[in-house]
T-cell receptor, first 116, second 114 residues
Framework: ETGVTQSPTHLIKTRGQQVTLRCSSQ?????VSWYQQALGQGPQFIFQ???????GRGNFPPRFSGLQFPNYSSELNVNALELDDSALYLC???????????????FGPGTRLTVL | AQKITQTQPGMFVQEKEAVTLDCTYD???????LFWYKQPSSGEMIFLIY??????QNATEGRYSLNFQKARKSANLVISASQLGDSAMYFC???????????FGTGTRLLVSP
């Protein structure tokens, strides 16, 4: 069973640039969630994709956007990068339809983004 | 709004001893789930244990147990027989039924000494 993978591992961008982060979900999972984890903080929910549709969004501006593909892999795109976007970006996959309230999310290793 | 509070920025424990990491939560939803994750320095969030709001018994997973006190809205993680490999950040998180997101606390850094 292949786990959640993310690419790239590290990325350095400058303010104003655009970035695309990628996530491959665990085999059999149809839902991908993205989280931003600033240094010294807990992860913050960005959005979730289920069957290629956005299925819930956190308090992030529209310059954070995403996609999910038919194979359930996903991309996170961030436009007009700001210094505060520097963080670890975590992707988590899960399978909808499990018991209500218990929907274990399996996390990838993350992409560490630095904005200069 | 959901909120998770972890008041211990750091905890120290000696190898083979037990340690309790505190977590309190706030929600108005009667149905919710509580999770604990471990985050080593590599960054990956590793699922440890889950407790549902309607579960009658405290969850246990090997050396991990969750001390669930619903009236106090607390969900403390107990690690028995600590090992050096337990040194990491530990996050408590909550998910309300019907909502897709996990809400995390600020974490507790655990250091296990020989």
């Amino acid at each position: 069973e292949t786990g959640v993978t993310q690419s790239p591992t590290h990325l350095i961008k400058t303010r104003g640039q655009q970035v695309t982060l990628r996530c491959s979900s665990q085999s059999g999972h149809n839902t991908v969630s993205w989280y931003q984890q600033a240094l010294g903080q807990g992860p913050q929910f960005i959005f979730q994709y289920y069957r290629e549709e956005e299925n819930g969004r956190g308090n992030f501006p529209p310059r954070f956007s995403g996609l999910q593909f038919p194979n359930y892999s996903s991309e996170l795109n961030v436009n007009a990068l700001e210094l505060d976007d520097s963080a670890l970006y975590l992707c988590a996959s899960s399978s909808q339809g499990m018991l209500a309230g218990y929907n274990e999310q399996f996390f990838g290793p993350g992409t560490r983004l630095t904005v200069l | 709004a959901q909120k998770i509070t972890q008041t211990q920025p750091g905890m120290f424990v000696q190898e083979k001893e037990a340690v309790t990491l505190d977590c309190t939560y706030d929600t108005s939803d009667p149905s919710y789930g509580l999770f604990w994750y471990k985050q080593p320095s590599s960054g990956e969030m590793i699922f440890l244990i889950y407790q549902g709001s309607y579960d009658q018994q405290n969850a246990t997973e090997g050396r991990y147990s969750l001390n669930f006190q619903k009236a106090r809205k607390s969900a403390n993680l107990v690690i028995s027989a600590s090992q050096l490999g337990d040194s990491a950040m530990y996050f408590c998180a909550m998910r309300e039924t019907g909502f897709q997101k996990l809400v995390f606390g600020t974490g507790t850094r655990l250091l296990v000494s020989p």
